[in-house]
DNA sequence: CCTGTTGCCGAATATACTGTTCGGGAACTC
DNA sequence: GAGTTCCCGAACAGTATATTCGGCAACAGG
């Protein structure tokens, strides 16, 4: 790839980031942006189609990252267990902290919502393949699973939530294991239907 | 109150949720709601900050009968055991499903994930405010709770995820109350750290 | 019914941001 | 070194936001 092609995207999504953590996403507008990166208004537009667009790119490489760090625990055989992935991504989580705040909140929130839901779906899925419960529909685990683990970590991004990484993964884990180890015959008592 | 301020509020309001779930939230400009609710701009900025106020402003009172459901529910004695505000909720989200179906895309699934998780969070700790589990602090608790529980509603509404108001409650009964009635002794197997 | 107050209309206007166009010149690849 | 590709710069149309103000009509209270 050409060398100045490469040289204009990094800097804009290098840019975006930079003017999200300071302003907050809502407030970027295109031509912060381009200040900020040194590029100019047509050049932008004929790489991204809008700030979105900029942003969804940058993802891809933080999600890379994450994915990587992921990898790295796994061989070194931190993560195991049910949900194992869930300490590794809390922990590279609290690495970016400022970042990952920034990023929660206003529309950002969605996009990186959006993105990240289908990555902790398709984990979850692969971890929780073989010991399926019983009874409980595929889809309504995995949203269960992701949405309480996304507030979980949003609470704890936001400081609403303290604690280390670890403790937060604890917490976690002992709310959500049970009911995912949870046998059919035993999962509903008569009185909480 | 004038009757005029509560005519033109009241034609903003429904002219929003109308247009809204024609085009979707994203889609509406000022000058869309005004043309349906037949009021000028002027008038629109002496009511409202924006768009995202008047949908506030209109979530005041999707929220208000939705309590008003569950307090009805409540007293016919439908909504008992832990957690049972859950069910009447369910019932009172699917008969609007048109409507949250639209609300939950987009820029407006912010504010109404925000609005929602607040009066969630305030019925989850009344209800688990009795049985807290030991040494899992409540912030994360509720997180937990009310992040499965929104995301199982939005899939719900999207269609992911499939059944009636009574199968997704026990779904996701028996998915949360393991979790929150597991003593602390018990909560984490040495393998899950 | 009368009177003073209040809200709505209508139109104009400032402002800001988005997204597109195009030619000249520089940087890159091979 | 030749040819391609990209970036710059500046201009531009289009769209939506938010504010202003005078005149008229609807309202509440007595």
């Known amino acids: 790839m050409d060398r100045r092609v490469k040289r204009t995207r990094e800097s804009l999504q290098r840019a975006l980031i930079e003017v999200a953590v300071e302003v907050g996403y809502d407030n970027v507008s295109v031509q912060n942006v381009l200040d900020r990166a040194n590029v100019v208004r047509s050049t932008f537009y004929s790489h991204f189609r809008d700030k979105n667009d900029l942003l969804e790119s940058s993802l891809v490489n933080l999600k890379a990252g994450m994915l990587h760090q992921w990898r790295l625990r796994l061989e070194h ?53 073989l010991k399926q419960p019983v009874g409980i529909e595929e889809a309504a685990t995995i949203a269960f ?46 009185s909480a239907i």
């Open 77 to 129: 055989g931190e993560s195991k267990g049910e949900l194992g992935f869930v300490l590794p991504l809390l922990q590279h989580v609290d690495g970016g902290r400022h970042l990952w705040k920034a990023l929660v909140i206003g529309e950002s929130g969605r996009i990186v919502d959006r993105n990240f839901r289908s990555m902790i779906a398709d984990l979850t899925r692969r971890d929780l393949g």
């Open 145 to 190: 699973v992701v949405g309480a683990l996304m507030y979980v970590i949003e609470g704890w991004m936001l400081g609403t939530i303290s604690g280390t990484a670890t403790e937060v993964n604890q917490r976690f884990l002992s709310l959500a294991l049970p009911g995912l180890t949870q046998t059919s015959t035993l999962r509903l008592r008569k």
